[in-house]
């Protein structure tokens, strides 16, 4: 919506992986742009991350192969720490904090997975002290690591959060401060310099007393206490948590389940195209494709779509009431 009013575009990812999604973003922004703006729009990406493997990837996938090396030092110590022109004479900047990047006009921001990678605090409620934090100790013999109550400290006031008053002892909960540190920082710069932010992720949005932070190693789900540096952590994201951490001027629109989403943003037009133009052998993996991401038993209902934006701009196409 605030695109077709400006010459440049720019987007920025955080947590862009292996940078499939931004190029698929510039890829159909650098084919379909001039026609939906009147001109070739100039295009900026900023990718907002600290793997050097990923860098890596993502630099031959956006630019091609390049003669530069990022070392991990070079991530950590510089703000800018790559930059190069890549796919549609986009012009690609590597950081390793949002912070870094320049507050230079609107951006939309997109993370897809991003949230439930960052860290969890966990809670319990105990019959002596009230909450107390879930802590990580070790036994005797220093191998093994374990969950505890009992080491942890003075009660944690959370007068605060109206929907935990009156639980009873042993409920648990879980919550992401990092999470919504960078969401008071999205809203920042969307309320300054325009632009919105889409946020794909699994999770709910409502209160859960289940914990979910977890591990997986090898596509199975392990004790996140053990083969400690080889593992995928993961929790699920709290959507209301995220839509209460937003600031003034900016509103939290959804979130929608990503089945209704993409049906809305045209999921079913792409799929004729695609099953008419693929070999027959072939048609069979795009069915099994478009319902993996919609379908209501797998990723349709599993993750949801939210979207921050100006309060002053119109609802974003997909969230109208």
């Known amino acids: 919506q605030q695109a077709k009013y400006k010459t440049d575009i720019q987007f920025t990812e955080l947590g862009p992986g292996r940078g499939t999604l931004?190029?698929?973003?510039?890829?159909?922004?650098?084919?379909?742009g001039p026609a939906f703006l009147g001109h070739q729009p100039k295009l900026t990406a900023n990718l907002v991350?600290?793997?050097?493997?990923?860098?890596?990837?993502?630099?031959?996938?956006?630019?091609?192969?390049?003669?530069?090396?990022?070392?991990p030092t070079d991530i950590f110590e510089k703000e800018k720490?790559?930059?190069?022109?890549?796919?549609?004479?986009?012009?690609?900047?590597?950081?390793?904090?949002?912070?870094?990047?320049?507050r230079?006009?609107?951006?939309?921001?997109?993370?897809?997975?991003?949230?439930?990678?960052l860290p969890v605090h966990q809670f319990q409620k105990t019959a002596e002290?009230?909450?107390?934090?879930?802590?990580?100790d070790c036994d005797a013999d220093q191998d093994v690591l374990h969950y505890t109550t009992y080491r942890t400290g003075k009660a944690i006031s959370l007068d605060h959060r109206e929907d935990l008053l009156g639980a009873a002892a042993g409920t648990q909960f879980e919550y992401s401060p990092m999470s919504q540190r960078i969401i008071q920082t999205l809203c920042d710069r969307i309320s300054e310099n325009g632009g919105a932010a889409l946020i794909i992720d699994y999770g709910e949005n409502e209160l859960t007393s289940e914990l979910t932070f977890r591990a997986f190693r090898d596509h199975q789900q392990v004790n996140p206490l053990e083969d400690l540096g080889l593992c995928d952590l993961t929790a699920d994201v709290n959507f209301r948590d995220l839509s209460q951490?937003?600031?003034?001027?900016?509103?939290?629109?959804?979130p929608v389940t990503q089945g209704d989403f993409l049906t809305l943003m045209g999921i079913g037009e792409r799929f004729k195209q695609m099953y008419s133009s693929v070999p027959e052998e072939k048609r069979d993996a795009v069915i099994h494709?478009?319902?993996?991401?919609?379908?209501?038993?797998?990723?349709?209902?599993?993750?949801k779509v939210m979207c921050?934006?100006?309060?002053?701009?119109?609802?974003?196409f997909c969230f109208e009431p």
């Open 289 to 303: 494709a478009v319902d993996f991401l919609c379908s209501s038993d797998q990723m349709g209902a599993r993750f």
């Open 308 to 316: 921050l934006a100006r309060s002053s701009d119109p609802v974003p």
């Open 245 to 254: 951490s937003v600031g003034e001027g900016v509103t939290a629109y959804g």
């Open 49 to 71: 991350e600290i793997s050097e493997q990923f860098v890596r990837e993502q630099e031959k996938l956006l630019c091609g192969e390049g003669d530069t090396r990022v070392s």
């Open 129 to 136: 002290k009230g909450w107390v934090e879930i802590m990580v």
């Open 81 to 102: 720490y790559l930059a190069r022109t890549g796919i549609h004479k986009c012009k690609f900047r590597w950081y390793s904090l949002l912070d870094h990047i320049p």
């Open 22 to 32: 931004m190029r698929d973003m510039i890829e159909t922004v650098g084919i379909i």
């Open 104 to 117: 230079s006009g609107p951006s939309i921001y997109i993370m897809n997975e991003f949230f439930d990678a």
